[in-house]
């Protein structure tokens, strides 16, 4: 098959789907919601360099702290920096730390999970020990700590997050390949000779994968959020990329003075990825656990 | 008649989970006994019956022989060969001649897995079948199971079949090793009455047309009545009785299958039977009761019962009892 071919089952397939999410009531309507939100985020985040009407990172584009106008329509900063310009560019940041935490997580969370539980036994222990040890911390203090010891830099600070969410997605997977691994059909499958490989990767991981998903997109919004903090306190990325964490630190600086659209834009933005992933994940966790369908 | 499985001084202790705590105090572990020593023999071609109440270990005994769980003590052997013992490519060997059915439907077909792929898995597992050679192997079976025309059931989810069907795909993965031996754990006994009968009668014909032996295993005497060879009761994880299924239903000799049998409804209000009706609870299969684990709900007990245990002996030919009282 060719790629042309490829892509155009993935939106034959795609289309209908997203379509019959409207079908199902209220849930359908949020996800649906959620994932406008986000891809006109993530939209506006690639078209960015084409569209932004100044350098988001020269100085002095504007005077220096100019309110809102019909020139600089969300104002300038106190270095006269067109916001707009780094409201269009900032999310870059956010949207790749978060997809890479979230990755990173899924690949050490997930088989961690999976293979722990199958096990079971004293690895089963052990890892479960040190995994709810990470848990008890509050995430941003653990976040906080590990980003310092890393340094500042996008694959650092993602590490830092996935550190935090790694036990979410192992303690979800455990408890249900708990559940899984005891129903018939993994015994059927024992009971055909099926070495426990493909035991946990074609009869219980496919099983997990509803799950799985819905921990996925709140991480998302989660990791944006740890994602500012991080940035916010210092420990983000350096101040010559766009971001919307840095115009937080800036803007509350500058709202003493009265320059409220500093802080105000950049933090609508914030909000709004959050939301878009949690709206995702309302919706998926009700439309994919059964047991909530109607 | 030779031997197909032969199962002897079987047993299988699960030890009681117990807190950290307990572990450091107690004396003792506690098990539950869930099979408790029991001997018998299934020959080829015939249908053997485990029967009884629910955690008299009739489901531990099928799965110990299928070797999903290890047996704690006793020897396992398949056609004269001891397989108690057996590991990794020679398991994976048996695994082609013995295979199992469970009770519920709805939880042993993998809901992410179309038909074909349920059915035809093993195939893969052992290198037998692939691609289009697997579909034709699969399409074969499921019309022995009765599922036609079979193409249409090829490409769907288990979700999208009823309760039956799903049973009879069960019985398809089972049968496509062509295998010997199958134990059939309580196959009907989520299914709609409706549907029963049609289930068994496909069962007792794949056994005429494959060869196939089945160790059935129910708490339905009335289904055991209708498709056994022979018929051993079980009560707390022993063997109380086992004979053929004309002498057992004719001359139940234990209590036990006494009280069973007159359980069994009869579909005529103008007939009437005594019923033996049994007092109290199964005891816990932690702490069975000393002597003859059965005394404590017998209608006729004596001093004896309490104290020493009764050996399963033969009676009458082929008809094998656990009591005191019932001597040849």
Redesign the interface.
């Known amino acids: 098959m060719s790629k042309v071919k490829i892509k155009q089952s993935i939106l034959a397939r795609l289309i209908p789907r997203l379509t019959s999410l409207t079908k199902k009531g209220p849930s359908g309507w949020m996800a649906i919601l959620g994932i406008i939100i986000l891809s006109a985020l993530v939209i506006m985040t690639v078209i960015a360099p084409w569209i932004r009407p100044h350098d988001p990172i020269k100085t002095g584009v504007g005077p220096i702290r100019a309110p809102p106008s019909s020139q600089f329509p969300m104002g300038t900063n106190h270095l006269g920096q067109d916001m707009l310009s780094r409201i269009l560019c900032g999310g870059s940041i956010m949207l790749q730390i978060s997809t890479l935490s979230v990755l990173v997580c899924f690949l050490i969370g997930v088989p961690l999970g999976l293979f722990s539980s199958y096990v079971g036994g004293i690895f089963d222990r052990a890892c479960s020990l040190v995994i709810d040890a990470i848990y008890a911390f509050p995430g941003l203090v653990i976040a906080i700590a590990i980003a310092a010891m890393l340094g500042p830099g996008v694959v650092n600070m993602a590490l830092s997050i996935a550190v935090v969410y790694i036990p979410s997605y192992f303690r979800i997977v455990r408890s249900q390949v708990l559940s899984i691994k005891e129903?018939?059909?993994v015994?059927?499958?024992?009971?055909?000779?099926?070495?426990w490989h493909?035991i946990v990767f074609?009869?219980i991981f496919?099983?997990v994968i509803p799950s799985i998903v819905v921990v996925a997109t709140i991480n998302f919004a989660d990791a944006v959020l740890t994602a500012a903090g991080l940035t916010f306190i210092g420990l983000g990325v350096t101040k010559d990329v766009p971001d919307w964490g840095w115009d937080l630190t800036d803007g509350r600086a500058l709202l003493s003075s009265g320059t409220w659209w500093v802080i105000t834009f950049p933090g609508i933005m914030i909000i709004l990825l959050a939301l878009g992933f949690t709206l995702i994940e309302e919706g998926l966790s009700e439309l994919l656990n059964p047991k909530l369908q109607r | 008649m030779s031997e197909i499985v032969k199962v002897e001084h079987l047993k299988k202790y699960f030890p009681v989970q117990k807190s950290f705590l307990e572990q450091l105090f107690a004396r003792k572990m506690s098990y539950v006994k869930a099979v408790d020593d029991i001997t018998f023999s299934v020959k080829r071609g015939e249908i053997f019956t485990l029967a009884g109440e629910s955690g008299c270990g009739k489901t531990t005994t099928g799965r110990l022989i299928i070797r999903l769980l290890e047996p704690t003590v006793g020897e396992i052997y398949f056609n004269g060969a001891d397989i108690t013992k057996l590991k990794g490519e020679k398991l994976r060997l048996l695994r082609r001649k013995m295979q199992i059915i469970f009770q519920d439907p709805y939880a042993s077909l993998n809901p992410r897995m179309k038909i074909v792929d349920a059915v035809g898995h093993p195939l893969e597992i052992h290198d037998l079948a692939k691609g289009k050679e697997k579909k034709e192997i699969v399409l074969e079976v499921l019309e022995k199971v009765g599922l036609t025309p079979p193409e249409q059931f090829t490409n769907l989810h288990p979700h999208q079949l009823s309760g039956g069907q799903r049973q009879r795909v069960a019985l398809a993965r089972s049968i496509i090793f062509n295998p010997e031996f199958i134990v059939a754990d309580e196959p009907v006994s989520m299914i709609d009455v409706s549907l029963r009968t049609a289930l068994i009668d496909l069962m007792l014909n794949l056994r005429k047309d494959l060869g196939l032996t089945y160790l059935f295993i129910t708490h339905d005497l009335a289904v055991a009545k209708y498709i056994s060879d022979r018929i051993a009761i079980m009560y707390l994880g022993k063997i109380v009785e086992m004979s053929n299924k004309e002498s057992l239903f004719l001359n139940p000799m234990h209590p036990y299958t006494q009280a069973l049998l007159s359980a069994i409804p009869i579909p005529n209000p103008e007939r009437k039977r005594k019923r033996i009706e049994l007092t109290g609870e199964v005891p816990s299969a932690i702490n069975i009761p000393q002597g003859c684990r059965f005394h404590s709900r017998c209608p006729y007990k004596r001093d004896e019962c309490s104290k020493k245990e009764p050996r399963i002996t033969e009676v009458e030919k082929e008809h094998f009892v656990a009591c005191h009282f019932i001597k040849s």
């Open positions: 129903l018939t059909y015994e059927a499958a024992r009971a055909s000779g099926a070495k493909t074609r009869y496919p099983n």
